[in-house]
């Protein structure tokens, strides 16, 4: 009898080729689910004995642990084999598309959810704001910017020139609907290749088609800015964000802008080198991304280790060779750096072993002979590959670093503010059964002045503190950026004095961001410092309210100081500055004027010009997300602090008559319940 075999619609693999090793080193992931599931139990059993206000808080936290989806951010050059990567990573060889517009700055993030939760495939697709495409169409891009404010008309157009080539093919493809798109946003409660294709890929150039179809590859893919799917895993134990994103050496510098932010969003990022390449001159940008960031928070996947003629012997060099790149270049020295291939990946997940490359089969032979051990003897071939392949060691490393740096804190602090709010449930029922005889005479309406009051006072002292903090560090970048801007100016008049103006210049800007970094970290730990102190008064100073007000009852609530939120990392440093001054139009510029040293001020503003975008990202946009998180913790302390302030009040004030709830079976079950969950939240913070 002939039997159709299975085939698995996620990604066209045979079940009979079908690896069991696809979860293979996510296992710190998967402790970490089971983690937060044992929380999450506690939260709810604490919940069911709670009091309203106290329900609400608990929600809260509920909310909180539910919500938490790590996100990666893979970076890399075009053509790195990123996208392939992701596909790897999420387990479905094709979904993503790997020729990837080169005109369009999109960051595809792929929402990963268990199999268990059974989500339902969708998308979301963003467009460009009209400032967004405004800027990019009249202005080229901070290239554009550049070459507008040195006079260099000529180039400046041959830029226009190539964006309204953009934006007319934008208009045949898109017709009247063009305008009305900008800023908006397309919701599928489904997705598939022929979707994703239409706003991330390359098209044609639609010639007679009619205007304003929309089922054509690349249709919205010069518009669309960011990208959104969401689908199950079969292999992941816990919701997870992969964020694919463009290249970084674009001619209008809009991906490095979009690229920054997704950086900025994520805590740990995955550089994508190609073997065959790896960190070269090219990659200068990838490094000046990933030097503000700490080592921990970077892993480097170098990629397409298929393609080399001896992976045994060239991995070591190719090593040695990144690590002197990163040490010369101030990188993250101390990253971890894997290898592998995307390509024995996906032929893995699409069963197609026996259709590989000869090439590439003679490379994998040569890589298992260096890496296959005792341990891979009972493996099945698509195991042995799936490892070679590098990804389990990839996720090993990511789901080492969630569990370690983002999920374990975020475990403790719910836990933490759950054992406030469960003991302060317990003094609540105290302050019931004894009710309005209860010690610490307050009057209620007093009690609950006085917190505000010194909600507001700490809060307020807070947001003055950060302000000096901050303030500092303005003063400080600014100096460095002075400096900067002085001594880039007379190397370049001693440049031209020396050697006239027809000799290539150029000014390295990394002494700048090495300042910059150096007060930026003088700035985050001087926050941190004022934030924990102010943390621990307004705890101290909750804690003798709730005395003075309740009395003995109250002893058992167990206040924890808030956790101070980390600053992100100074991502806004990896922005390009481009001191590189060696067209036509520079000479003549330089002629146009009397004498070098006659342009210092104009080269001055010309500095401050490219690097204005740059010192205001820093200065002003992460010191004030820096700000907001701090006083958004301590906020969120009084909000919870609150909740267990009114729930002891009507405790307190309700107490005669439901003394009752607090005798006999229902007082048992109820505090076994909350000194079960108790238990379970203690073993979080101890």
Sequence with gaps: MNMEAQIESATDIRASARPTNLNAGLEPLAAYARKAQRLDTALAALAEVSGERVRRSLARLQAELAAFEPSVTLLGQVKSGKTSLVNAMAGWADLLPSDVNPW???????????????????????????????????????????????????????????????RERSRQRLGRKFELL????????????????????????????????????????DITRAADLYLN??????????????????????????TIQAIRDSRICVVVLSAGQALTSVDMGLIRMISSLK????VIFVNRIDELADPANQVAEIEASIRQTLQAHHGPQEATILF??????????????????????????????????????????????????????LNRAVSERIAADLGTPLLTRIAASATTAATGQQAANAVMVQGEGSGGGANLHDVRTAFE????????????????????????????HATFTDRATHALIDHLEKWGEDCHWEYDPAGLRMLLRSAYSVM????????????????????????????????????????????????????????????????????RTRGYKAFAKQFRSLIAGETEDFM??????????????????????????????????????????????????????????????????RSFTA
């Design 104 to 166: 369009t700055s999109v960051v595809t993030s792929l929402h990963l959810e268990p199999d268990g939760t059974r989500t339902e495939n969708k998308a979301s697709f963003q467009f460009m704001t009209e400032d967004e495409w405004d800027r990019l169409t009249t202005k080229g891009g901070r290239i554009g910017e550049m070459a507008g404010r040195a006079g260099a008309g000529s180039e400046l157009q041959k830029i226009r020139t190539q964006i309204e080539e953009m």
């Design 295 to 298: 080592s921990r928070e970077v």
């Design 233 to 258: 895993c079969q292999s992941v134990p816990h919701r997870l964000c992969l964020r694919d994103t463009p290249g970084v050496n674009d001619t209008f510098m809009m991906r490095e802008q979009i």
């Design 453 to 480: 009051d010194l909600c507001q006072t700490h809060l307020e002292a807070l947001e003055a503190e950060a302000g000096q903090v901050l303030d500092a560090f303005r003063d400080r970048a600014d100096r460095a």
């Design 340 to 393: 592998g291939s995307a390509y024995w990946a996906n032929k893995v997940l699409t069963g197609g072993l026996e259709d590989m490359d000869p090439a590439s089969s003679a490379a994998l032979l040569s890589w298992a002979e260096a890496s296959v051990n005792a341990s891979h003897a009972k493996a099945t071939a698509q195991n042995m590959v799936w490892e070679l392949s590098g990804i389990p060691a």
């Design 524 to 591: 985050a730990s001087r926050l941190q410092s004022a934030a924990q102190t102010r943390y621990e008064a307004a705890v101290q100073d909750v804690a003798e309210l709730l005395y003075d007000g309740f009395g003995p009852a109250v002893e058992g609530i167990q206040l924890a100081v808030p956790e101070v939120p980390q600053p992100a990392s100074p991502v806004a440093l990896a922005q390009s500055i481009a001191l590189d001054f060696n067209d036509s139009w520079w000479a003549s510029w330089w002629r």
């Design 616 to 681: 205001t990202q820093l200065k002003t946009v992460q010191t004030a997300d820096a700000r907001a998180a701090i006083l958004a913790r301590l906020q969120g302390f009084f909000d919870d602090q609150r909740d267990i302030l009114l729930e002891i009040s009507d405790c307190r004030r309700h107490g005669g008559d439901m003394q009752a709830l607090f005798a006999g079976d229902e007082a048992c079950r109820r505090q076994t319940q909350t000194a079960t969950a108790l238990e379970t939240l």
């Design 182 to 221: 900008m800023g908006q946003k397309h919701d599928y409660g489904y997705f598939d290749k022929n979707l994703i294709e239409r706003y991330i890929c390359l098209g044609d150039d639609f010639g007679g088609e009619e205007p304003g179809a929309v089922d054509e590859q690349g249709r919205f893919a």
